[in-house]
């Protein structure tokens, strides 16, 4: 199973698709999108889609959980890091006609309805999403993930599914209380698990709040570090870079901007920015600084300058950095700006 949770504020988690340019500056609604978005309440069988691990992931590791004497037993991973798929899985150790597993979530830090929960299907060999439901209206914090269940489990013949645990907005605390219901009228209830939701860390230095940039000027020098503090190494690590302004009827455009990187042993790149979906803004992927997955400890530089041309138009500029891994963004930044005649 997999848990999606909810809506991105300043600093926190944003769908990648903001690499790509189609999420942009705050006028885009970068600030309030939701890191989910298409994915919590979904149905259907999934395989990788969209996900930052490969189909299998969450899989290895989900052997029997508990102890002999339980009917139902309930596992999930001490840590979910933001982005990454954790494992978790049910074990059933009693007879279930027609029943429902039943998974109540408690946030901190985040809305249940932005996790993610999926099952993995045995037939298919493919990953099920899960529905998630509001626990009260006025309790953002709560939601409940079900799947039907019918097995022929014993405690000496017991029946393990495996789940997925993946969180897409920001830090926080999670706690699962798994239940069955057998289809005879009995429920089973499994000793509540908690998981600590955390992220790689992301600074940006060389940019100050009251940033101006002269029309044929000097470009300014900037760099975004990301420190990977989680035990789990990030594969897939992308950064991009979003910018959008207006003055009058006169966008700023990919030709008024010059955005550049430094690569080692190649030295200053230019990077191309293309408009976005949220046109007039734009929007450009960073290149990578490493081949490999950013491990535990580790730290990614993203060494950038930005210049504007000489008949690009005087406006205000929301412009920022988003990091994520595969499709999902775990951090952005925002980074204005004002383009000046001097």
């Known amino acids: 199973m997999a848990l999606v949770i909810g809506a991105a504020a300043p ?11 189609a999420q ?6 970068a600030p309030g999108m939701t890191g ?24 290895t590791g989900n052997g029997v ?87 022929a489990a014993s405690s000496g013949h017991p029946a393990t599914i495996a789940l997925r645990v993946q969180a897409l907005d920001r830090p926080g605390r999670l706690a699962v209380t798994a239940s069955v219901d057998d289809g005879h ?14 992220r790689p860390a992301t600074t940006v ?28 190494a990030y594969p897939a690590l992308n950064a991009a870079y979003f910018a959008y302004g207006q003055s009058g009827s006169r966008a700023v455009a990919p030709k008024d901007l010059v955005l550049q990187q430094y690569v080692p042993g190649h030295g ?5 920015l293309v408009p976005g979906g949220c046109d007039p803004g734009m929007g450009a992927k960073l290149i990578p600084t490493a081949k490999t997955p950013l491990a535990p400890g580790a730290t ?19 412009a920022g950095v988003s990091v994520g891994t595969g499709d999902t963004s775990f951090s952005y930044q925002t980074l204005p700006f004002k383009i000046r005649t001097r």
């Open 36 to 59: 989910s978005t298409g994915v919590a309440g979904t149905t259907g069988m999934t395989g990788s889609t969209g996900m930052s691990n490969p189909a299998t992931a969450g899989v």
């Open 65 to 151: 959980t508990g102890k002999v004497a339980q009917k139902l037993s309930y596992s999930l991973a001490s840590e979910a890091p933001v982005g990454l798929w954790s494992s978790s899985n049910v074990t059933v150790r009693t007879p279930v006609s027609k029943g429902t597993v039943r998974l109540d979530v408690t946030t901190q830090g985040f809305i249940a309805a932005s996790l993610m929960v999926q099952r993995y299907d045995e037939k298919s060999h493919r990953w099920v999403d899960l529905n998630v439901q509001p626990v009260g209206g006025d309790r953002p914090d709560k939601g409940r993930f079900s799947f039907p269940l019918s097995v």
């Open 185 to 198: 009228g009995h429920t089973y209830r499994a000793p509540t698990r908690n998981a600590v939701v955390d």
């Open 11 to 21: 600093g926190q988690a944003l769908p990648a698709a903001a690499a790509a340019g």
């Open 205 to 232: 230095t060389g940019w100050p709040r009251d940033a101006g940039l002269v029309r044929g000027g000097a470009a300014k020098e900037f760099a975004l570090t990301v420190k990977n503090t989680t035990k789990r």
């Open 268 to 272: 200053w790149q230019r990077v191309s």
């Open 300 to 318: 990614a530089v993203y060494r950038m300058r930005l210049a504007v041309t000489g008949d690009a138009p005087v406006a205000d500029v929301d």
């Open 24 to 29: 942009l500056a705050a006028n885009c609604g």
